[in-house]
């Protein structure tokens, strides 16, 4: 038999021979050194690379692809709370609007009070009093603010204001994405 | 249907529980990232990747055919991702196009870091230096070496991740192999 090719000695070697073949190229090998060398060093070459060096990933890695991976997702809780903060701004701005402090149904209650079970009735008064305040300041603020948008300064200030006070809303919100952002990049 | 172990942490993911993504993600991610990092060379872009790999499954898990094994499906992700990462990088693009390389110019010495005394070696030493070498070898041969022996896969997956036919996948680790060989006897490696 004459000498072996390589592909030969490493279809030997990864078995994907037929046994036949096996035979003759192992009884090869026992009386030709050159390919016996050549076969211990692709067998030397095979075990080397079935023990691969693993690089090891950074500890952080998982953690962080599972806050990226998740901040991304809707959160649902958030979403509820979102829809209940705009019911409870909608209620309030009705309540105010129409000044249901003096409606039928709220005095009817307030009377009946005696007949009602008492920690309804405190949570109606804490709720009416919170409600009174917040009137009492919406109606001074819109008070304070026809008074100042009747004047050319007092029209400029309020400007300023809004403008200032957008800026900062956006400077803030835009220093919260940069820092996300931030955590997610090394 | 069998559901092996993946499928059962696939299956928790999509009924949201996030502890189940975590361990699938601890399961691959050093596999991933040794894949990762020997194709592109470079720790940073191999981190991104890694992380990008593992997002993009998380967002199409949803589309996953549980009559196919979680690996090799992740695997092909993660082999296109790369893949897709070295044709953009203009660096690269040339021993990834070009077929008629020789194994000299292969493992010029500009591209592989020599060191001298290879017959005082330890196998460790040996081990880390083949590895070495593998990094430097042209990216047609490097992927199939590292979906051979870092991800443990067989000729009919790697076929089916680089969409190669089996044969072209044997000749070309070889011809990987041929070459690391030829190296090992140049630079006198104890066999």
């Given amino acids: 038999m004459a000498c072996l090719p390589d592909h030969k000695i490493l279809a030997y070697l990864d078995d994907e021979i037929t046994s036949i073949e096996q035979s003759l190229i192992r009884d090869h090998l026992l009386i030709c050194p050159g390919c016996r060398q050549k076969a211990d060093r692709y067998a030397q070459l095979h075990k080397i690379l079935a023990q691969p060096v693993n690089s090891e990933p950074p500890a952080w890695l998982v953690p962080q692809i599972m806050k990226r991976i998740y901040a991304e997702t809707p959160h649902y809780t958030a979403i509820a709370a979102l829809i209940a903060a705009s019911f409870i701004f909608f209620v309030t701005w009705i309540y105010i609007y129409f000044d249901f402090s003096s409606s039928s149904l709220i005095q009817a209650l307030r009377l009946t009070s005696d007949s009602t079970a008492s920690w309804l009735v405190n949570i109606i008064k804490t709720i009416s009093v919170i409600y009174t305040f917040v009137q009492a300041a919406f109606k001074a603020s819109h008070a304070f603010l026809s008074m100042l948008l009747n004047t050319l300064p007092g029209t400029t200030l309020v400007i300023a204001f809004v403008l200032t006070f957008s800026g900062l809303l956006l400077f803030a919100t835009k220093r919260w994405l940069l820092k996300k952002a931030g955590a997610v990049k090394k | ?191």
Wanted: with cysteine.
């Fill in chain 2, 1 to 191: 249907m069998i559901v092996d172990e993946d499928q059962v942490l696939i299956k928790k993911t999509l009924q949201g529980e996030k502890k189940a993504f975590e361990e699938l993600m601890r399961k691959y991610e050093k596999r991933i990232f040794s894949f990762v990092i020997r194709m592109v060379r470079n720790e940073e872009v191999a981190i991104d990747l890694t992380q990008d790999f593992f997002i993009k499954i998380f967002t199409v898990l949803d589309k996953y055919n549980f009559e196919f094994k979680f690996s090799t499906w992740a695997y092909r992700i993660c082999y296109n991702l790369v893949i897709d990462h070295i044709r953009k990088n203009q660096s690269q693009v040339n021993s990834l196009d070009d077929d008629s390389i020789s194994s000299k110019e292969m493992l010029s010495s500009e591209n592989v870091i020599r060191h001298d005394g290879f017959n005082n070696l330890s196998q460790e030493e040996t081990r880390l230096y083949i590895w070495q070498m593998v990094e430097n070898i042209p990216t047609k041969f490097r992927e199939l070496i590292l979906l051979r022996y870092v991800q443990e896969l067989k000729y009919e997956e790697i076929a089916e991740i680089t969409e190669l036919p089996v044969g072209t996948i044997k000749n070309r680790i070889f011809k990987a192999k041929e070459i690391l060989k030829k190296e090992m006897e140049k630079d006198g490696l104890p066999a």
